[in-house]
């Protein structure tokens, strides 16, 4: 039985049994915040318990390494949807210690992608087109400086309401800890 096959066979159990109606809530978020947290797999129940969020608190958006890459692409589009139509009022970046993205070095990843069948005239192509790949692809070196960046392009974006706190944390994914590195607050009361 293939992982899928799995999945659906204890979905639908799950739907049969109403194991969802735990979780049914509203699609806006009780606690009127979005969250901005890398994907990492330790995160998934480990943050909201951190964070004493449940379910329908709050809009999760995920990335690798919570970073925000493009002022106008899918990430920052997500959180002025959530701030927009579903009412969120304040804006957490987490980033964690031990992230992945700091140790991506791109020219291993695109050695990966010819490994795992991309052909490196699609690589060349997609160089030709004006990306820069190494660019793109690139992790940071510090967790800290990253978070602070993806709070300052959020908090500066033309189209968020300058009236949105947005906040800068790292999750510890061994023990949940918080440490705060912004917050929205002070830098709203400063302005």
Same mark, same amino acid.
């Given at each position: =039985? &293939? ?6 066979? !204890? %979905? ?7 194991? !969802?109606?735990?979780? =049914?809530?509203?699609?806006?978020? %009780? ?18 318990? $951190? ?17 925000? %890459? +493009?002022?106008?692409?899918?990430? =920052?589009?997500?959180?002025?949807? $959530? ?8 804006? !957490?970046?987490?980033? +964690? ?5 700091? $140790?991506?070095?791109? /020219?291993? =990843?695109?050695? +990966? ?14 160089? !030709?087109?004006?990306? /820069? ?23 500066? +974006? ?13 999750? /510890?994914?061994? &023990? ?10 002070? &830098?709203?009361? $400063?302005?």
């Amino acid at each position: =039985m &293939t992982l899928l096959n799995t999945i659906l066979e !204890y %979905n639908e159990a799950f739907v049969a049994e109403k194991k !969802y109606e735990p979780y =049914m809530t509203t699609k806006e978020p %009780n606690k009127r915040i979005v969250v901005l947290s890398c994907m990492d797999a330790r995160l998934v129940e480990l943050l909201p318990k $951190a964070m004493n969020l449940r379910s329908g608190d709050v809009k999760i958006v995920k990335s690798a390494g919570a970073i925000v %890459n +493009h002022p106008f692409g899918g990430i =920052m589009r997500s959180i002025l949807v $959530a701030v927009y139509e579903l009412k969120a009022d304040e804006v !957490y970046v987490v980033g +964690h210690y031990d992230c992945g993205m700091s $140790a991506i070095d791109p /020219d291993i =990843m695109i050695g +990966h992608m010819i490994e795992r069948g991309v052909k490196k005239e699609t690589i060349d192509t997609v160089s !030709y087109s004006g990306i /820069d790949l190494r660019t793109w692809l690139r992790g940071f070196g510090d967790v800290r400086t990253s978070v602070l960046k993806s709070v300052d392009l959020i908090r500066s +974006h033309p189209l968020l309401p300058k009236t949105v706190p947005v906040h800068g944390l790292i999750i /510890d994914p061994n &023990t949940g800890r918080l440490d705060l590195v912004q917050n929205g607050n002070t &830098t709203l009361q $400063a302005k």
